[in-house]
């Protein structure tokens, strides 16, 4: 009796001792279905209950896609929070793609975690939550869509991030000049017809024969990047107006040495008002750029943002008036000068030569092509007293800068006719506006060349005419957001 109380007793401590046994199986088995993590510390084990998850947003909406529009700088305010009740740690990283910069701002509130990933508090704690600036850069021709991953553990664990992603590091910042070459068209031959509706929007390159001004430039200083056609992606913020974008030139700045740089364009004109090219109290005037009062004028009051009285006279009528110009930041409404901004323009030699002209009689008047004008403007011919070429920030755009709008097969029949007697405006491009000046004199005198409204380039002896000021940018100018359209403009800095 007392072997089989024995046996029993056996039995049921070894039924109980499998019970427990299994038991502790089970519990192991969900518990590591059940917790993210387990890991020794300090020769403990901490376990904790329920799986850890975390929350993100992307400029406030529940999502880890960033989607970029192709050529285009954006920013992004990404929070990351622990909705968890205990802390936890996290770490972000992302599949790398060509042609996509993607980094933090140094306005960033937190900097993203790095390998060894971030300890975010518990939920509804202070360090919940961390919010990251990051900004993106699209230099490619397609929409782009981002993937932040996102991992989690417990707040001493180290988070191995997969070998095709990486981590969030600073931004690199772009030159404005690097970005847009970035985005213009390769081809240097590409037709403007058989374009892609975005190829249309970028620079479109030039190539040029030597100048008698150029005879020492190589093949790619002679090489221009310039916009064409009716509206392309050319818009920026300058002196908080908006200018476009003319195009990259290599360019001799002051010192002498070559650079390429940014030349822009005002989109509107100054004190939208007609002024004369030239003119003085005495009704005298002077087809020199140096002594002409639309350059006194530009680099002088409204560089530095002063004012001015101004001589207008019209030759055809003989009526002198003058206009009272203000441009103080605190003045009587003309508009505000470019004294705070004159650090980002760059001083650089204009070629002022004069296109050889007797009169209207002379068979050659109407023979002047794109190309022509082009070296025309580059020559040494210049009026009595003129010198071909003058050192300053601002100027008036060349008549080349108007007629290669036209190129590439925008405009077939006004971009291989003569300037003058040939209307542009159907189609019409960016740059054609009501009645403008250019820098360009004649060799005659008492004449200076102007685009019509009908996107004529053609000469006049009438003083009165819209005023568009153009500059190069300095080569240190970043871009920091946009995609060059007129409601997204590219915004500037200073690097």
Known sequence: MKKLLLEASFSKIYMILMIIITLLILGGYFSYAMFTVTKEKSNAISIVTGNLVYKMTINDEDTNIITIPKGSIMDFKVVLSNPNNISARFNIAYKEREGVVLGYI??????????????????????????????????????????????????????TIDEDKITIKKYDDILLKDYIMKLRNEDSNKDYNSSSEYEKKQMYTFNHEVTEQQTSWSEDELTDYRY??????????????????????????????????????????????????????????????AQAEVNKMLNGAYLNSSTMTYYNYQYRTGILTTVNLDFREEGNGTETGLSNVSDMIEPVKWYTSSYKFTNVSDPEYVKLSVDEMYASERGTLTVSGGSPNFIGKIALPYPSDYGYTVGYNYNISCYNKPYANTNCTNPRTWIFSNYQSTITTLSMGRNFIQVVNTGLVSTDSSRDYYISPTLYLTSNIIVKSGNGTKENHFILSVN
């Open 106 to 159: 140094e306005t960033s509130e937190n900097i993203p975690p790095k390998e060894e990933g971030v300890n975010l508090e518990k939920d509804k704690t202070i360090g919940s939550s961390n919010i990251y600036n990051l900004r993106v850069r699209n230099e490619t021709s397609e929409d782009i869509e981002i993937e932040l991953v996102v991992k989690v553990g417990l707040d001493y664990n180290d988070l």
């Open 228 to 289: 064409i056609g009716d509206n392309p992606n050319n818009y920026i913020e300058f002196n908080n107006e908006l200018w476009r974008i003319i195009g990259v030139f290599t360019t001799e700045k002051q010192d002498g040495t070559k650079e390429q740089l940014v030349k822009i364009i005002k989109e509107t004109h100054i004190a939208d008002t007609t002024l004369s090219w030239d003119a003085n109290a005495d009704k005298t005037y002077k087809d020199i750029w």
